[in-house]
């Protein structure tokens, strides 16, 4: 199993970023990816998960509202829109999966399959 991100980047404070996680090299099509995100000296943050199953969607408290994440089933790929973004955004964003088809947003060891980070930096 692999996990792709792309679409870090850097932008002003109220602008906008899509980050996209594709994943691959497994055919099980129930499963559960969220996206965590670790600026420097903190720990990791779950912020976004969304099911395969039903493509539902939980948000932690900090993005909701200015996050946004979808899905492509048929392409195995996950979405974050990130808009109205503010310089505490800035983090590497990562996506990960499970398997076990539930999103549990704050328990990171939920997650068995992890992409590399992308670097989002947000200036003010």
């Known amino acids: 199993v692999q996990l792709q991100a792309s679409g870090g980047g850097s932008v002003q404070a109220g602008g906008s970023l899509r980050l996209a996680c594709a994943a691959s090299?497994?055919?099980?099509?129930?499963?559960?990816i969220a996206w965590f995100r670790q600026a420097p000296g903190n720990d990791r943050e779950g912020i976004a998960c969304t099911r395969s199953s039903d493509g539902s969607r939980s948000y932690e408290d900090s993005v909701k509202g200015r996050f946004t994440i979808s899905s492509d089933v048929a392409k195995n790929t996950v979405y974050l829109q990130m808009n109205s973004l503010e310089p505490e955004d800035t983090a590497v964003y990562y996506c990960?999966?499970?398997?076990?088809?539930?999103?549990?947003?704050?328990?990171?060891?939920?997650?068995?399959?992890w992409g590399q980070g992308t670097l989002v930096t947000v200036s003010s």
């Open positions: 990960a999966l499970t398997f076990s088809g539930v999103c549990v947003i704050r328990t990171q060891e939920w997650y068995e399959y």
């Open positions: 090299g497994f055919t099980f099509d129930d499963y559960a």
